[in-house]
């Protein structure tokens, strides 16, 4: 059984920092799957923002937190990361992994919330 499971979220104000983490467990192969973030802001819809391929040498974000956000991967440890940096207002939302691999799966999410 497949699971991911987001951490790394929280509080942070204007200009901060986190960097959000997705552990994968149940993947024959963590190294298959290919790996994005999304996020859902308040009264809106889920959103793609990064992707990563398979082997991590690939990424793609939107131009929205291109310079700022950045996606990563660590198939050893099964864990996909999103460094976030210069974090504004607008970042705030639930942050969700989702891995795609046959099948669609998602983590639960984690809040991030940017306010002074």
């Known amino acids: 059984q497949v699971q991911l499971v987001e951490s790394g979220g929280g509080m942070v104000q204007p200009g901060g920092s986190l960097r959000l983490s997705c552990t994968a467990s149940?993947?024959?192969?963590?190294?298959?799957?290919?790996m994005s973030w999304f996020r859902q802001a308040p009264g809106k819809e889920r959103e793609l923002f990064a992707v990563i391929s398979t082997a991590g040498s690939e990424t793609h974000l939107v131009d929205s937190v291109k310079g700022r956000f950045t996606i990563s991967r660590d198939n050893a440890k099964n864990t996909v990361f999103l460094q976030m940096n210069d974090l504004k207002p607008e970042d705030t939302g639930v942050y969700y992994c989702?891995?795609?691999?046959?099948?669609?799966?998602w983590g639960q999410g984690t809040q991030v919330t940017v306010s002074s």
């Open positions: 149940g993947f024959t192969t963590f190294s298959n799957p290919i």
């Open positions: 989702k891995a795609v691999e046959g099948r669609v799966y």
